[in-house]
């Protein structure tokens, strides 16, 4: 079955960190570029990261720039988030989600990951 | 970044109804537009790429349609499992945005 399945979110303090993992399977992981997106209780979806399908190229949003690292193992078909300096606005369901085929929309989600950031 | 902003945010629509979203761009996006449907607790599904490209699986009764910044969903003969809420996105540039979305609500 082609899926992704996302785990590690968890409740952390302010200004703590959180490592995000996304484990794919049922397609070829090293033909596909990857993303997170996230989407904050009650709202709307906001695109985090992307990296490319061999891991060399990678994109922040501002609002994760400088404090989230993407990355990816494909020999182990796995997508992460390294996630520092978390903030009470990085609560979210974070969702993994692969790139269609040479584009940037997203055509396969997993089922997403709660981080909440509270003291 | 390019604001996406879509119209309605909430749609009282009833079974058997067309309805219509609308998304509009703050920039040309080149037809570089997709659509997203969400329930309650599930991962957004994507419906629409390309502006007016089905996904396969995707019932005919949705259309998306639209070009430049000026776009829409359409779906006709509203079914139970269509009450939900649409986003719009687009990846015309290195840093792709949804519209705030739109929730069809009976």
């Known amino acids: 079955e082609v899926q992704l399945v996302e785990s590690g979110g968890l409740w952390v303090q302010p200004g703590g960190s959180l490592r995000l993992s996304c484990a794919a399977s049922g397609f070829t992981f090293t033909d596909y570029s990857m993303n997170w997106v996230r989407q904050a209780p009650g709202k709307g979806l906001e695109w985090v990261s992307y990296i490319s399908s061999r891991g060399n190229t990678k994109y922040y949003a501002d609002s994760t720039k400088g404090r989230f690292a993407i990355s990816r193992d494909n020999a182990q078909n796995s997508l992460f988030l390294q996630m520092d300096s978390l903030g009470d606005d990085d609560t979210a369901v974070y969702y993994c989600a692969r790139s269609a085929w040479k584009s940037w929309h997203f055509d396969l989600w997993g089922r997403g990951t709660l981080v909440t950031v509270s003291s | 970044d390019i604001r996406l902003t879509q119209s309605p945010s909430t749609l009282s629509s009833s079974v058997g109804d067309r309805v219509t979203i609308s998304c509009r761009a703050s920039?040309?996006?080149?037809?570089?537009l997709a659509w997203y449907q969400q329930t309650p607790g599930k991962a957004p599904k994507l419906l629409i790429s390309r502006a007016s490209n089905s996904e396969t699986g995707v019932p005919s009764r949705f259309r998306g349609s639209g070009s430049g910044t000026e776009f829409s969903l359409t779906i006709d003969n509203l079914q139970p499992d269509d009450f939900a809420t649409y986003y719009c996105?687009?990846?015309?540039?290195?840093?792709?945005?949804f519209g705030g979305g739109t929730r069809v609500e009976l």
């Open positions: 996105q687009q990846y015309n540039t290195l840093s792709p945005t």
């Open positions: 920039q040309n996006v080149n037809n570089w």
